[in-house]
T-cell receptor, first 116, second 110 residues
């Protein structure tokens, strides 16, 4: 598609429950990025993929967070045993290329996760 | 940690006035981008400036980059109520990830 799609828009989970978020990148874009935005300001990079391969996972809290991008499926970000501090908006972005010259990333509308 | 800081954190102006937002960063960069976020929505790309460029224009937007001071500014001329949003600068991290500033919340009053 022409836009990055994210589902669901909102997700409410009790502490300790699992949360799974989905992202469909723009067709033809090889790179997918996940970011976490807490409290309407800071964006934190979590993980990126080049096609189905993990490209950079330096931002991922590895104990409870995992992500996948499988062929012919939306990418997913899963949080096992959610904590209150995981409450945030999770954005997915895609781009055609990455490189020194810089490339625009196209952002989805985000999934708002509320952990109660 | 975030790459840089934006200044001011919040800005309130009247329609028709110009709005200037500043962004400072810490490490050397290849490029810097500005994004807009309308309330509760995703980021929209505004402009990209490369490290060998000093100034770039796009419609009512003007971006400057001073690599010696590690700073950039975004000027919106003749602002409109529809420009009300948060504006973020982002520098290029390793592997193409974006490293964001904390954002400037702009309010344009009609």
């Amino acid at each position: 598609g022409e836009e990055v799609a994210q589902t669901p828009k909102h997700l409410v989970r009790g502490e300790g429950q699992k949360a799974k978020l989905y992202c469909a990148p723009i067709k033809g874009h090889s790179y997918v990025f996940w970011y976490q935005q807490v409290l309407k300001n800071e964006f934190k990079f979590l993980i990126s993929f080049q096609n189905e391969n993990v490209f950079d996972e330096t931002g991922m809290p590895k104990e409870r967070f995992s992500a996948k991008c499988l062929p012919n499926s939306p990418c997913s970000l899963e949080i096992q045993a959610t904590k209150l501090e995981d409450s945030a908006v999770y954005f997915c972005a895609s781009s055609q290329f990455v490189g020194r010259v810089g490339y625009e990333q196209y952002f989805g509308p985000g999934t708002r996760l509320t952990v109660t | 940690s975030q790459q840089g800081e934006e200044d001011p954190q919040a800005l309130s102006i009247q329609e028709g006035e110009n709005a200037t937002m500043n962004c400072s960063y810490k490490t050397s960069i290849n490029n810097l981008q500005w994004y807009r976020q309308n309330s509760g929505r995703g980021l929209v790309h505004l402009i990209l400036i490369r490290s060998n460029e000093r100034e770039k224009h796009s419609g009512r937007l003007r971006v400057t980059l001073d690599t010696s001071k590690k700073s950039s500014s975004l000027l919106i001329t003749a602002s409109r109520a529809a420009d009300t949003a948060s504006y973020f600068c982002a520098t290029d991290g390793q592997g193409g990830k974006l490293i964001f500033g904390q954002g400037t919340e702009l309010s344009v009053k009609p």
